[in-house]
């Protein structure tokens, strides 16, 4: 029975920091640009198709693809910001939205035409292995996703930090109008920001390829998922991402061990909707937008 | 699609293919006249959630479409029509398809669109073939144009679990306890509900432990693999969908859980080839019942050969199956009505009773209600990436391998 | 503001309206099946479009949760329908009671703790999404399996609501010439410029006296309760309920495409939204057939909805009243045009 309360622990934290990566990018957006990107689903299924195509067409190891993944939707986000997201940034949010919809529809369709509609599994040997530590297994692409997770953050909390862009980016996320004053290249900033996010969640598409597997309609189960942990954790923070993963991930893991597990979907939304009214902000919620 | 680019092209680039099927099985239909030309309108969920079966419908219908013509001599144009997996849709599919001039429809997979497609089919008294769709209340809201070809739940779940009954019998070390894992959507709770009578009813050997339903949505089915490890199960009864079957495998594999049967009542995984993509060798043993093509029938092979040269990367699956049965019960209507009224061929569906020609299945006879009585499933096991008939033993390939073969010896 | 003499509407404006709902019913008579059970569709979403143009237009409050309204509706009809043999009218009373209901309790829940703008959105969600997982496992609604009405037989029912195409089709449309009347009758009401006020500057209008708490949770329920009305037709042209069609995200999205695409908060646009939007992603969907590639029509969908946003921010209807009115001077149709919503 221990045994059984331990792998549920881990498997929960595990799958709670793989929820975490999977919102990291929508929250980058959110956090700098102020828009929400509600075709974030359709860019993580987008990763997970390049680390499926890496894993069964070249043998390429899913955290190689995930580099790949992340480069390939870095330059998609970039040009795409600076397309077509740049003109909307001031405007409604149902605006912004539909324009979102419209985007994710088009890579959605793409990705039907592209490969069908037939689910396509990841090759990789990570799919059946897992590390034991005692009584308790991990789950080894969970392991390397959440490590990755943690690496990533770190990366990105230091760029921020310390790099000059980052501080432009933090400045831009923190008053546009004053940057604008001050000489800021926002356009610039907007766009590698937008990049950045895609990239992320394009990055996290691929390391989750031998978990999940890849179908284009998957798009809004996804966004749905990265909405519920960045909105627990707050929208726009970096930690909250990954504290609300936790969250999730913990909270389904002990319902279905507890309770029904087809309810489980229900409890996190019930969670959701508890966080946003009594601390809409999530737990490290950005300020007012 | 080939279908749509007129009869001839369609006939003369199959009579390549088919001189020798038409010689060799003489079909006795033929020397009647030729059957007045025909519109079948297809309705499925080629684009959205459904895209899967959907897409996988539409090959059966149009290979059997190409099949009916050469078969039966019938000029059979098919139209598709798409209800983008929305219910809403169904209606305006049917609609759209009698306008073109259909005369007989089929679909439409999911219960929604079928039960809203009826509704046009029954204003407009055009008969419609149901060839999926799960939900009892498809032939039991006193629709008079249906003719479903898929079994009721009920129906396939008692006769899976005779089957296995049928295995646990007669092996040595047969399992002491069941646990369920079902999706809990239309079609997985609807199916755990009849296992449980069922089970009763068959009285089966093995002692049922638990039921873990999950959500449809499900993105990580650890927690549920480990509680059904922890009942102390050795058999895992599963009704999945194919992306959940392959996690519950890889889930099994990783949480060492090694049950000495997976059986999947009319589940997929084992049938799809998604799931051996995904698992390899671990796919081997895993069992399902489904409706599924007869391997020993007449017309089989060249069937399947035919799907295969015709779609390279893709199998011919349960859900082609039915659609291309579907397309010959509605042939075989239009060749014994001599018309292409629909009126008549209605009359003529009522009176069928049709040998299956590709799907296993008892004659095809429909009651009252409009439901096929002669559905039977057909067990299937993986073995070396491909699902085998292993049950009913008249049609089995070889005999069903037991125990399974615990994962890290693999 | 409106200047005082755009209040009343133009008597020529009102027969205008008038004569075009008169060429729909006409058609309504004349059209083949198939334009009417596509039409029926466009109407019923052009009603729930109008519910939730309301909600944001007007009173300033994004929803994209409106599956949720859409579902208690189609359930009051289905389950007291089905399961207790009760007219459907009485379903939709009690549909709409129990939208309103609950928009009401949501609001007041959101708005105490002042959950506005995107998160009020987000908020919307995760009640649909929530009451949908909650409708699924609900044996007595009929849980995944949904619920069944039986096969129309026997002449249309008037009181019953049960008839063939042409008779949804003539509900549907009475229901949207129901919709474009409150919908202009509220923009030219008090609480048309009170919720208007709210929307623009909800500080500056608490400050005149405005009782905007109150305000805000009304228009949440009444565009709730009005969705109501729409998801229990709906549930009946379609003939049957599932959690999964009539309470996710897909319905949400598919109601605002049309209000946003055709103009906010306008009396005619989510109609001509709708009558635009719908048709085309039909259309998309019938060439991606011809041609055998499912998918096609996602992609033609969605860059069409792109350049709808991009091109016509505002909706296609004050862009069609702004070349009229350049025209011929409407001061009715002059009313109508949308102000920008700010957030």
């Known amino acids: 029975m221990l045994t059984l309360w331990g792998n549920v622990l881990a498997s929960g934290i595990l799958m709670g920091l793989v929820y975490g990566i999977i919102a990291l990018g929508l929250t980058i957006i959110f956090g700098v640009i102020r828009i929400v990107n509600f075709a974030h689903g359709a860019m993580v299924v987008f990763g997970l198709y390049v680390g499926y195509c890496a894993g069964a067409w070249w043998g390429i190891p899913t955290i190689v693809a995930a580099v790949g993944a992340g480069a390939l939707l870095f330059v998609f986000g970039y040009g795409l910001e600076t397309l077509v997201v740049k003109r909307f940034v001031t405007r409604p949010h149902h605006i912004q939205f539909i324009l979102f919809i419209g985007i994710s529809l088009v890579l959605s369709g793409a990705q039907l035409i592209a490969f069908g509609p037939d689910p396509r599994p990841s090759v990789s ?165 | 699609m080939t279908s749509l680019k007129g009869p001839l092209i369609n006939r003369r680039v199959a009579m390549k293919g088919a001189v020798g099927l038409a010689a060799a099985t003489m079909a006795p239909w033929v020397r009647a006249a030729a059957p007045p030309p025909v519109k079948v309108g297809a309705i499925m969920p080629s684009s959205g959630i459904l895209a899967f079966p959907g897409q996988s419908c539409v090959r059966g219908i149009d290979l059997g479409a190409k099949f009916a013509r050469e078969r039966y001599g019938v000029d059979m144009t098919v139209v598709h029509a798409d209800t983008q997996s929305k219910p809403e849709n169904g209606r305006i599919a049917a609609d759209s398809l009698i306008q073109q001039g259909c005369n007989v429809l089929i679909g439409a997979w999911d219960s929604g669109a079928t039960i809203s497609a009826l509704q046009a089919a029954e204003a407009a008294k055009i008969p419609m073939v149901v060839h999926i769709a799960s939900a009892n209340q498809v032939t039991s809201q006193g629709f008079t144009q249906v003719f479903r070809f898929y079994p009721p739940a009920a129906t396939i779940v008692r006769q899976s679990l005779a089957e296995m009954k049928a295995l646990v019998t007669s092996v040595n070390d047969p399992p002491k306890g069941a646990v369920v894992l079902h999706l809990s959507n239309t079609m997985g709770t609807s199916t755990a509900t009849s296992l449980d009578a069922a089970w009763k009813e068959l009285d089966l050997p093995v002692k049922l432990l638990e039921y873990i339903p999950y959500d449809e949505k499900a993105r990580d089915l650890s927690v549920e693999v480990a509680k059904a490890k922890a009942s102390g199960a050795d058999a895992l009864v599963s009704v999945t969908r194919v992306n959940d079957a392959i996690m519950i495998i890889r889930e099994c594999i990783k949480q060492a859980w090694n049950p000495k049967l997976i059986f999947s009542p009319n589940g997929n995984g084992v049938p799809d080839k998604a799931f051996y993509d995904a698992l390899g060798k671990y796919a081997d043993g895993a069992m399902s019942s489904n409706l599924w093509y007869n391997p020993k029938g007449e017309d089989a092979r060249t069937i399947v050969d035919r799907f295969q040269s015709t779609y390279a990367n893709e199998w011919l699956d349960a859900n082609s199956g039915c659609a291309f049965e579907a397309v010959q019960i509605v042939a075989d209507a239009v060749v014994r009505a001599r018309s292409a009224v629909s009126s008549e061929i209605c009359a003529a569906l009522k009176a069928t009773d049709l040998k299956p020609i590709l799907m296993y299945s008892g004659p095809i006879k429909f009651d009252a209600t409009g439901q096929n009585t002669g559905a039977a499933v057909t067990v299937l096991q993986a073995k070396e990436s491909k699902p085998h008939v292993v049950g009913p033993d008249a049609i089995a390939e070889y005999k069903a391998r037991y125990p399974l073969v615990p994962f890290e010896k693999r | 503001m409106q200047k005082k003499r755009d209040a009343l509407p133009d008597r020529g404006a009102v027969l205008g309206c008038l004569a075009a709902f008169a060429v729909l019913a006409m058609l309504g008579g004349v059209l083949n099946p198939y334009l009417i059970s596509l039409l029926t569709i466009v109407f019923l979403f052009t009603f729930i479009g109008q519910s939730w143009s309301i909600m944001l237009g007007l009173g300033g409050q994004l929803s994209i949760g409106h599956a949720l309204f859409v579902g208690i509706g189609a359930y009051s009809v289905a389950v007291l329908n089905i399961r207790y043999g009760l007219s459907p009218w009485f379903g939709l009373v009690v549909g709409m009671a129990l939208a309103a209901t609950i928009g009401a309790t949501l609001a007041w829940l959101s708005f105490r703790f002042e959950v506005r703008g995107i998160y009020f959105a987000l908020l919307t969600i995760a009640a649909a999404e929530f009451s949908r997982v909650v409708f699924s496992g609900w044996e007595f609604v009929g849980g995944m399996q949904g619920l069944f009405f039986p096969a129309q037989s026997g002449p249309n029912s008037f009181w019953m609501l049960r008839g063939d195409a042409r008779f949804y089709y003539f509900v549907s449309l009475a229901a949207v010439l129901l919709g474009v009347s409150a919908t202009a009758l509220i923009r030219l009401s008090f609480l048309g410029y009170v919720w208007r006020a709210m929307r623009d500057d909800e500080d500056a209008s608490r400050a005149l006296g405005v009782r905007t708490f109150l305000h805000k949770i009304l228009v949440v329920s009444f565009s709730g309760a009005w969705a109501a009305i729409g998801g229990g037709l709906l549930a009946l042209v379609q003939g049957s309920v599932f959690p999964d069609s009539i309470m996710g995200m897909g319905i949400s999205v598919d109601i605002l495409v049309g209000p946003i695409v055709g103009g906010l908060g306008t009396a005619f646009g989510p109609l001509i939204g709708t009558l635009i939007t719908l048709p085309l992603d039909h259309l998309a969907s019938a060439i991606g057939n011809k041609f055998g590639i499912p998918g096609l029509n996602n992609v033609g969908y969605g860059l069409a909805l792109i350049a709808a946003v991009w091109l016509l921010p505002d909706g296609i209807w004050p862009a069609i009243v702004n070349s009229a009115k350049s025209i011929t001077r409407l001061s009715w149709f002059g009313n109508l045009q949308m102000e920008q919503v700010k957030k």
């Open chain 1, 125 to 289: 040997h990570l799919s059946f292995e897992t590390i034991a530590v005692g009584p308790i297994r991990l789950d080894l692409a969970r392991l390397q996703a959440a490590t990755v997770a943690a690496v990533m953050i770190l990366a990105l909390a230091g760029f921020l930090k310390y790099s000059t862009f980052g501080r432009f980016i933090r400045a831009a996320a923190d008053n546009r109008l004053g940057g604008l004053m001050v000489g800021l290249p926002i356009p610039k900033i907007y766009a590698t920001t937008f990049g950045i996010g895609a990239a992320c969640a394009g990055g996290a598409g691929a390391l989750i390829s031998p978990l999940f597997d890849a179908q284009p309609f998957l798009a809004v189960d996804f966004t749905l998922l990265a909405f519920v942990t960045v909105i627990v954790g707050g929208l726009g923070s970096f930690v909250g991402a990954l504290v609300g993963g936790l969250t999730i991930g913990l909270t389904e893991a002990f319902a279905a061990l507890l309770f029904a597990p087809s309810l489980k979907s229900a409890l996190s939304y019930g969670l959701l909707m508890i966080v946003l009214i009594v601390r809409p902000r999530g737990f490290f919620g950005a300020k007012e937008t």
